[in-house]
């Protein structure tokens, strides 16, 4: 049984850090491309970073890049996302994403996912 779990949220004061962790289990994990995404209140949920599987390259939604950064531990299957400069439109639900596309039918997991409030 795949297991996606984030910790880390919290409440920040805006131009604070946090740092989300996604501990991954149940699948091989170096095999799946990772991403963080995030629900605001009222919206849709977006695509923040993404991380791929194989070379590890990296994404951003333009309104992280230079502020976020994606990093994946393989060999302790934790995917993080270490953000800086916060501010309030950053508050949101963040969800860990893992997805993997062979020759099947895609594997798409989720976490049940960790508040991150911005807020002075």
């Known amino acids: 049984q795949v297991q996606l779990v984030e910790s880390g949220g919290g409440l920040v004061q805006p131009g604070g850090s946090l740092r989300l962790s996604c501990a991954a289990s149940?699948?091989?994990?170096?095999?799946?491309?990772m991403s963080w995404y995030r629900q605001a209140p009222g919206k849709e949920r977006e695509l923040v970073a993404k991380?791929?599987?194989?070379?590890?390259?990296?994404n951003y939604a333009d309104s992280v890049k230079g502020r976020f950064i994606i990093s994946r531990d393989n060999a302790k299957n934790t995917v993080s996302l270490q953000m800086n400069s916060l501010k309030p439109e950053d508050t949101a639900v963040y969800y860990c994403n893992a997805y993997q596309k062979g020759w099947g039918p895609a594997e798409d997991y989720w976490g049940k996912g960790t508040l991150v409030t911005i807020s002075p």
């Open positions: 149940g699948l091989t994990f170096s095999s799946y491309a």
């Open positions: 991380i791929t599987s194989a070379i590890g390259s990296t």
